[in-house]
């Protein structure tokens, strides 16, 4: 069935490191693809979103790429600050049969001074 | 300033005691959805809304209720609270069921 597969965690690094968070899906048709952030305490954010093949979302220093060939749209930053510490959920939206936002497991990312 | 908000924050409960949790949105958000957050199974979605007087199931329903009476409001009610049912509720609102969804702060609910 229809579904989303992310990296498991947690995840550390030292800040200034590179981070990749991988996140592939399975869905029939042409979703939409987004990166929520939840930092601690709170409730998710949108962090960035692709909508369609090739479309490269982007904010705060984080990238993914919409890969139609490679149903992927990993999460990318060149170089993460402690205050980058959350944890972070792969999630899509199918128009089919689905007609809901499914998100992944999350993956927890601390980042060291 | 554009916000979803719920209530309470926090609730310790015991089995069978009816409760509701709260939630409102001042976007003018036709959509709205419930969700759970349990440890290593991301969000699960409960119940969703598309307009006022129209609600559906979520992949996780059972045991669950809800009513959407108003637009800016979409109330979660537990008719008969069991402990499978402690977890970490988060409300949504969004203008369509594929545009980003605001969150709110989340309600942990403990049930004993």
């Known amino acids: 069935g229809d579904s989303v597969t992310q990296m498991e965690g947690p995840v550390t690094l030292s800040e200034e490191a590179f981070l990749t968070i991988n996140c592939t899906y399975t869905a029939t048709g042409y979703p939409s693809l987004f990166w929520y952030v939840q930092y601690p305490g709170e409730g998710l954010q949108l962090l960035l979103k692709a909508t369609k093949a090739d479309d490269k979302g982007s904010n705060k220093g984080f990238e993914a790429t919409y890969r139609k060939e490679t149903t992927s749209f990993h999460l990318e930053k060149g170089s993460v600050q402690v205050s980058d510490s959350a944890v972070y959920f792969c999630a899509w939206f199918s128009s089919g049969s689905a007609r809901q936002l499914t998100f992944g497991s999350g993956t927890q990312l601390t980042v060291l001074p | ?112």
């Open chain 2, 1 to 112: 300033e554009a916000q979803v908000t719920q209530n309470p924050r926090y609730l310790i409960t015991v089995t069978g005691k009816k409760l509701t949790v709260t939630c409102s949105q001042n976007m003018n958000h036709e959509y709205m959805s419930w969700y759970r957050q349990d440890p290593g199974l991301g969000l699960r979605q409960i119940y969703y809304s598309m307009n006022v007087e129209v609600t559906d199931k979520g992949d996780v329903p059972e045991g669950y209720k809800v009513s959407r009476k108003e637009k800016r409001n979409f109330p979660l009610i537990l008719e008969s609270p069991s402990p499978n049912q402690t977890s970490l509720y988060f409300c949504a609102s969004s203008f369509g069921e594929g545009d980003t969804q605001y969150f709110g702060p989340g309600t942990r609910l403990t049930v004993l």
